[in-house]
Structure formats: C-alpha cells, structure tokens
C-alpha cells in the first residue's frame, strides 16, 4: 500500500458487513463575475427587480440571436489557467434542448464535446496537514436558466428570467474525494481560486456558486459503485452532511441486500436528507447539437499565454511563500483558503508586522472574535494596519501579549489607533528594572509563607509571576520580571 | 415614362428613375400598389397590409425627394415576407402560434431597406415557418399564383416557402419583395412566377430578427422582376451585423455596376449530375438553351462534376428538421403567441398549445428533427448528414477550380396544381432537388425566369456562384435575362 492509501484508510466508512469507501466527484457551477450576460448584453445584477435585467434574446423572442460575452471566455480560459488545466484553442457552443418554463428558448447553450478548457487539477489541504490532489476533467460556458416563482399567487406560477443567459462556468472533478471533508475542502479550495482570479465571487448564499455531488460507495479496492447525483448543494456544511447522509443510505441500501439505482436527489438542508428526484430511466434526452446562431470558439496560443503571465498570484503560491516566510503549514492553508483573509493578513505584513507574528495573532486572537460575532473578516471592526501595529508594538517590545489582548479588545469595541491608545491609556511596556524590582520587592514582603514555599518548590515562582505582573498593571515585561523574582528568591536563572 | 399610368408596370429601377425625375409622386406609387393588393385579395399574397403607413412613409420621401435628400431606394414600396420581424406590425410567420405576435423589434435587413427609403406594403403569405415548396402550409391558407396554364382556370401554387412574395411582385402587388430561402424558398418561387429570385451568400444579409427556421441554412434575399432590380435590393439589404454572429464580414459591392461587363470569358460549369432521372424534356431544353445564349455571349462552356449532389435532399431533409425543432422549441405558449385554453398542468399546456399552434408540417418537421437528434440516432443521421454537407461544399470548392459559376435548372417542373402534391410530403421535398446543394454549401445562386413550360407557365435557370461573389452570379444572370427575353407576364384573371 501506499502511504496515501494507508492514510485515507483511515477515512472508511465502519459497516455492518465491513468498512466502506465513499468516492465523490463535484460538478461545481460557478456564475462568471461579469457585468452581462453570456449571449446578451443584458445586466446581472443579484436582487434587482423580477424580469428587469431580460433582453430580447434572454426571452427568446422570435429571431434573436445570440452574440457571444468575450470578457465571459476570458475568465473561462483564466480560471483553466488558474486550474492548471489544458486550454482548447477551439471549442463549440451547443444546444441541450429540454422544456421548461424557465428556459425561455427550450433549450440551454452549453459545451458538450468540445469544452473550452480540459484537463487540470487541483490541491487540497486537510485538516491534518495532507494535500491531497484533485483531478479536474473540464470546465466549460453555459448559460444559466431562470427561476420559477411558486408563492407569488395562489393558482399561478411566475417565471423570473433575470438570471435566465446569466454565464456560469461547470466545472467537473474526477472523482477523487474520498470523504465528505474532502469534498469540503475541494469546494474551498476552488473557491479561493476563483476568488483569487475574481472569476467568480463565490458567493454561495446569493447563488454564483452551486455544486452537484456524486456520490458512490464500495468496498475498498472494488471497482466504483454506481452512484446518486445530488443537486444544488449550496454550502461547504450541506456538502459534508449531503455526502455522509448519503454514503450513509447507500451502505444501509447495500447491506440490506439492496442495489443502488442511478438516480438525480435533492438535498433538503431542513433535515439534511436527501430524496429522489428522478431516476435514470426518467432522464431527459438533451439531444445535444452544435448551436448554429454561434461560431466555434477559437483563439491563438499568443492571447492564451498573454492572460497566463498576467494571472495574479494563486492560492498555492501564496501558501508556499508563506511557509517560506516561516508560516506553519496549517496556518498558512487557513489564510489562503479565504480571500479576505489572504488580503488582510498580506496588508498586515506590508504594513509591517512580522509573518509570523502576524499568523499568530489572527489565529489566536481575532479569527476566534470574528467566529464568535458571525463576522466575516471583511466585516470585522479592526483594520488590518490597526492589527499590524498592535503586532508590531508586541514584537518591539512595546507592549506585552498579555496587553495585545486587552489592546485588541479596546481596538475592536472603540476603535482608534493602538499606538495612541497605549500612550494615552499608559499600555507601555515597563522595562524599567528598578520599578520591576520595586514592585517584585513588595510582592515577596507580603506573602513571606509563599516565598518559602517556593524556594522548595522553584515551579511554583509562576504565581509570583502573575502577582507582579497584576500588580504591574500588566505592563511589566514578564521575562524580565521573572528574572528578578529568581534573583530576589535565590532561584537558578533559568528555572 | 413608359408605365405612367399604371405605375405598378414599373420595374424598381424604373420607378427609381421615374421618382427622382418627379414623373410619378412616392405617394401615387404607393397608392397604385396599395389599390392594386385590395383587388388581389383572392390570390392571398398578404397576411398583413400595411397601407396607412405606406402612406406615410410614402409622404416623408416625397418630402425628401422634394429637397434633395432622397436615399438609394427613397418611395419604393415592398413586400415582406412575414418571416421578417417588423416594429410594430404583426408578424405572424403563417403560424397559428405567432398569429397575435407584434414584435416590438425591427430585422436588421428591413431596418437597412426603411434606412435606405424603402416603404413597406405589408407582410406576404409563407409555407408556415417557412417550411413547404408550394406555399399551401401556412395557417392563413395557400396564395395562388397569379400565373395560369394556357387555356385553363385551375389555381396553382405559386411555389414556397416565399410563395405570398413571388405572388406580389408577379402580380405587380409590389415592386419587389424580400424573402428567405432555406433549401430554395426564394428561387423556386420565383421560378413559378417567372421572377427573379437571389439568395445570396450565407452571413451576406444578417438574421437578426427574422424567425428563425434552419438557422445554418435560413438566408434572406430579394425577389424582383429584373436582375438589375435584384442587384439594386440585395445592396441595400446586405450589411454586416455584430448581432449576428454568422454574418460576415466583407466589403457590398455596388451590385448595379457590376451587371455591366457581362461574361465575355466567363467559365460557366454544366455539373453532370443535375441531368437527373425523369426530368421533363421541356426542363432539359431550356438548359440548353441556356448554354448556348452564354455561350452566344462569349462564355466559355465547360463540364464539370458534383459527385455527391445525390446525398444532399436526403441531408438537407435532416439537418433542417433538426435544427427547426430547437429553434420552434421556444414557442411554448408561455411568454408570447397562442396558448392554449383550459390546461392547468404544465405538460398539457405544453402539448396542447404546440398541438393547436402548429400545423402537420411543421409538426412533421419538428419530429423528424427531435428524432434525428435523438441518442443513439444522431450519429446516424445528424452527424452523417454534416459530413454529407462538407462533402457537397467540397465538391463545389472542386468544381469552381474550373469554372467560375454553375448554370442549372432551378426546379425539375414548372407550377404544379394546389392540393396535387399535398398528400405526398416527399414528392412535394423533391422540387428542392436543384436548390438546396447551394444552401448546404451557403454560396450564392440566382433564378431568372428563362422560358415558359410547354404549358405556358415560366421557367428558370439557375446562376451558382462561389462565396460573395453575387457580383458575378448576377452579371451571368444578367445574361441568361439578356439571352431569354422573357416578357411575358400573367394577366390581371384576379382583378376584382
């Protein structure tokens, strides 16, 4: 065995009749950050007026045509690029016809054959330290569909067509994941990608990003098990109870003696569960043909590697240049896991703040109040150079941590610049040795039992510690106040 | 001036010349046509009539005649395919599912005629969507063509798809109509009714905004009564559009001017394989009456071969089908056109309102093409049929080493009886014969009226020509005209 496959042993599924593996692949649509449509040049606005951003051709009235959105196949091509996939100088449009109110024109122009970019991969980082690789098999244009609006009326169902020619990008993983926090992290990790590229905003609550899980199941080593598609899942959480629901139900399926159907489900994020939606025999007959209002796409090697030099940096070069900035690992898959993040902490060190420093005091001081409020770090109340001035003045000597934590709630309720509010509240760091040793002095006369105490027992000088320390105010440099207590209690100097 | 007092006898070069020299008001021109189309109803070669805003536009171009501005085609009235979609004015497509449709849009290639001061008479009768030979499909039932056998009163089909335009212009209801032709819609009408019909180079004249029936074979064109008349329109007609992605981009030579060298020199290929089984002697004659008034005119004869022009009916009656059924699927009865009453469940709606709003033959079409599309039968249709088409491209890219146009017949018979061909679709496909190669391959072709059948019905030849060369194809149309003479014409039996 290899030792990837030693490690992802660890990541089976306990059965009744034995330890499963669940295979997932993702069909993830990622709507094109870009002001028109596809094939129109109509807006596309999230949360504008129903039926206010529809052209003739998003309505499919009779003679339009559509006219392809370069800016559209330009981030097509630039997230293939950011994927590390294989570009298709040329590629065709084509029709999957089917009906439905929401589909003005009866049928949705899309890439079958010919996508325009082909086979890439990406990396993705667990939890535990491993990055794992994911294979991508395509990515291509179509046009989104729009909405059907069931609770307008009582008898009637109206159609929205705002986001009806909207571009979407579908982008297809082999499938490579094997547990439902892989499918997470392969979600996360596209997600910063697009992010980065500004391809996509990602948004997955107002809908630009939705994913299709396939989900199969198999004892390990046996070939795939035939697998459920499951539709518009529409966050990294619903991913992960989408992906153990259903691994789930087709163990219990199969260990009942059952076979699994190929079948399309519906996750319901109410109960987590997913139900059927319609089975294989039930599917449609797209009847794919290469649309002919539309030229096959086609560009030269020259334009391709024109937008290629002018990528901006992605997540996987971030994070190595992170780590060689002394990051660990971990923390430097966090910050690149989310765009803002990424900004932030990136402005925080230009602003002058160590790297590690800086790692250090998002984890452990302000992703856990932004978690705790439900806020974002883009929504945050402390400016990132606020935040890199607080860990400048710890790394400076300035300040003590201890008092970075109290300066980085008094920033976060008030607001205002951390070097100010250390002057005029008195934060500074004290290293003035005779003030230490003043108040070192003090403790010690007032608690004679605790100093005998601890010249028996040399460990317990950490109370002492933090008696000076509060009576300092906090504001004593604690290495310097433990050197002084040593001294002051006969103690060795490194105890 | 010859015609001044029936201004409908005009050719549109004439009336041209008969406007800008004031002999005739844009105002009586337009009156003349609009009294002659309410004595013609009985031929319904108009689904929609248009005349109060003829007269209005006819006003403003005497305005402009009167100082000065006049544009190239300033008072002269047409007739529209109602394939066409027009701001304003309905545009039925001679479909019960469009038959309240008003679009609030205008075609790009009717925009560019009231640009250029066209004036429109009304939209004309189609085969519904455009699809027949005969003109007997449409929902407002069948235009009669203005021509009769020698000696007999039975009514004939004036051809199709484009069957209510070549009516108009035959029965001088227009001076010239706009058409569209798909597998031959413009030129084998005109051929019944002893016109002359273009269809120009796939991307010469831009889509947008006409209905659409095969999207990579629908091209517009003009119908007209002189090869000149189809020079002048086809200039105005053609343009780039960057709403079509088809279109293509390439200079629109002044059509008119280059009718003059005449083919002195010219390589005019005879393809073997149009001498086809059972044609009509009186067919094969005319051919090579053809040859000789070329040949007369300094052309240079010469036998060539298109090896594959046996496949392209059958691929024709494939990739057509196919690509209508996607484009007719957006008439659903749900956002314009008919819908059907009383269903409450969308499947019913669905079937009931395509089930009402299409007649047999689109509804043939729409299931040959869902058929040809299906899985498991693309690749022995569809996909074959589009290397059938590349096969038949290549064949004319051979041929045009050797020559630099084709002469043909345009129709393997002349106007057949309404109701005579109805029963039997593939007969009625056969007509297509001789004018769908050129649309598979998108080159330009022209039929000029050549002769009159046995009968005395008219006749055409047909002027294949290479990618954008109209200039060409009507320079040797202008000969054929030359060659033939034609002047005969129907009479008025319709007049009431």
Not at chain 1, 455 to 480: D, E, H, I, L, T
Not at chain 2, 3 to 32: G, Y
Request: charged share 25%; hydrophobic share 40%; net charge negative.
């Amino acid at each position: 065995m290899t030792s990837e496959q030693t490690e992802r042993s660890a990541r089976l599924i306990e059965g009744a009749t034995g330890r499963w593996e669940v295979v997932i692949g993702m069909e993830v649509h990622a709507q094109v950050a870009s002001k028109a449509k596809l094939f129109s040049g109509a807006a596309t606005e999230f949360g504008a007026e129903p039926n206010s951003q529809v052209s003739l051709v998003d309505a499919a009235m009779p003679g339009m045509l559509p006219v392809i959105n370069g800016y559209c196949v330009e981030q097509a091509v630039r997230t293939g690029l950011g994927l590390k996939a294989k570009i298709n100088l040329r590629s065709v449009f084509d029709r999957k016809n089917y009906f439905y109110p929401d589909l003005p024109a009866g049928y949705q122009i899309s890439q079958y054959k010919q996508p325009v970019v082909g086979e890439g991969e990406i990396n993705i980082d667990l939890a535990n330290g491993e990055t794992v690789s994911v294979g991508i098999e395509r990515l291509h244009l179509e046009q989104d569909a729009g909405k059907m609006l069931h609770d307008q009326h009582p008898d009637y169902t109206y159609v929205d067509l705002n986001r009806a020619g909207v571009a979407l990008m579908e982008i297809v993983s082999r499938p490579d994941m094997r547990s439902s926090e892989e499918a997470a992290a392969f979600l996360r990790k596209l997600r910063a990608i697009l992010r980065h590229l500004g391809t996509c905003d990602g948004n997955m609550e107002a809908g630009s990003m939705r994913a299709d899980v396939n989900v199969s199941v198999r004892k390990p080593g046996a070939p795939l098990g035939t697998r459920c598609e499951i539709k518009n899942v529409n966050s990294m959480r619903f991913v992960m109870q989408a992906v153990d629901y259903e691994a789930r139900r087709q163990i219990d399926i199969l260990e009942a003696g059952g076979s699994i159907k190929q079948e399309t489900r519906l996750f319901d994020s109410r109960t987590g569960e997913t139900r059927s939606m319609r089975s294989k025999e039930e599917a449609h007959d797209y009847r794919y043909f290469p649309d002919p209002d539309l030229l096959p796409l086609t560009f030269d090697q020259a334009w391709v590697d024109g937008l290629a030099c002018a990528l901006p940096e992605l997540p996987d070069e971030k994070r190595a240049r992170f780590i060689k900035a002394g990051l660990s690992s971990y923390d430097a898959s966090v910050l690149v896991a989310e765009k803002e993040a990424t900004d932030y902490f990136e402005q925080m060190v230009a602003e002058g703040a160590e790297p590690k420093a800086a790692a250090n005091w998002l984890s452990n001081e302000y992703f856990g109040r932004l978690n705790k409020m439900g806020l974002s770090i883009s929504s945050g109340p402390i400016p990132a150079k606020s935040a890199s001035t607080i860990v400048q003045m710890v790394s400076s000597g300035t300040i003590s941590g201890k008092i970075a934590k109290d300066l980085t709630d008094i920033v976060w309720r008030e607001g205002g610049d951390p070097r100010a509010l250390v002057e005029t509240r008195g934060l500074r760091q004290v290293t003035d040795e005779s003030a230490i040793e003043a108040a070192v002095a003090a403790v010690i006369a007032a608690n004679p039992d605790k100093a005998d105490e601890v010249k028996a027992k040399p460990k317990a000088v950490a109370w002492f510690v933090g008696q000076v320390m509060k009576a300092m105010s906090g504001k004593a440099n604690p290495q310097a106040v433990n050197a002084i207590l040593r001294r002051h209690l006969g103690l060795s100097e490194d105890g | 001036m010859a015609h001044a007092s029936d201004p409908t006898q005009f050719t549109l070069a004439e009336a041209r010349d008969a406007l800008a020299a004031k002999a005739i008001s844009a105002r009586e021109l337009a009156q003349a046509h609009i009294d002659a189309i309410a004595r013609a109803r009985s031929l319904n070669a108009y689904i929609t009539e248009t005349p109060d805003r003829a007269l209005v536009a006819a006003t403003q171009s005497d305005a402009k005649i009167a100082t000065g501005t006049a544009r190239p085609l300033e008072g002269i009235p047409l007739a529209v395919k109602d394939l066409f979609c027009t701001n304003g004015v309905r545009t039925t497509a001679a479909s019960r599912i469009l038959d309240n449709f008003v679009p609030t849009y205008e075609s790009a290639v009717t925009r560019n005629l009231w640009n250029a001061g066209a004036i429109m008479l009304g939209k004309t009768n189609l085969d519904e969507f455009a699809m027949g030979s005969s003109n007997e499909t449409s929902y407002f039932g069948p235009v009669v063509n203005p021509w009769r056998a020698r000696g007999r009163n039975d009514d004939l089909v004036p051809g199709g798809s484009s069957g209510g335009s070549a009516a108009a212009v035959a029965a001088r209801l227009a001076l010239a109509a706009i058409g569209t032709d798909t597998g031959g819609s413009i030129r084998q009408p005109a051929a019944f009714t002893g016109l002359v019909g273009l269809k120009p180079t796939y991307g010469r004249c831009s889509r947008w905004g006409v209905v659409a029936y095969a999207s990579s074979l629908d091209q517009a064109g003009p119908m007209t009564r002189t090869v000149r008349d189809a020079a002048i329109m086809l200039h105005a007609m053609a343009s780039h559009d960057p709403k079509d992605s088809t279109s293509v981009d390439v200079p629109v030579p002044d059509y008119e001017a280059a009718l003059e060298p005449g083919v002195r020199g010219l390589r005019v290929g005879i393809p073997k394989e149009y001498r086809v089984e059972g044609m009509p002697p009186e067919i094969d004659h005319l051919w090579r009456q053809g040859v000789d008034w070329l040949r007369a005119q300094g052309a240079e004869i010469i036998d060539v071969s298109l090896p594959h022009t046996k496949y392209a009916l059958p691929a024709y009656y494939i990739v057509a089908p196919a690509e209508a059924s996607s484009n007719l699927a957006r008439y659903d009865g749900v956002r314009y056109g008919h819908r059907a009453a009383g269903t409450d469940d969308l499947i019913g709606l669905y079937e009931r309102t395509r089930g009402e709003g299409f007649g047999r033959e689109v509804r043939r079409r729409i299931m040959i093409g869902t058929y040809v599309l299906s899985a498991g039968y693309y690749d022995a249709y569809y996909l074959r049929a589009q290397k059938v088409r590349t096969l038949i491209a290549r064949d004319f890219t051979q041929a045009f080493q050797a020559c630099d146009v084709l002469l043909t017949p345009v129709t393997p018979c002349a106007a057949f009886g309404i109701g005579a061909k109805t029963a039997d679709p593939v007969s009625m496909y056969l007509n297509d014969v001789f004018t769908v190669t050129v649309n598979l391959a998108g080159l330009p072709a022209i039929s000029v009226p050549a002769g009159l059948s046995d009968d005395g019905l008219p006749l055409g030849l047909q002027i294949i020509g290479k990618v954008f060369d109209e200039a060409t194809v009507l320079s040797a149309g202008r000969a054929i005209e030359h060659g033939a003479d034609f002047k005969a014409a129907p009479q008025a039996w319709w007049r009431t």
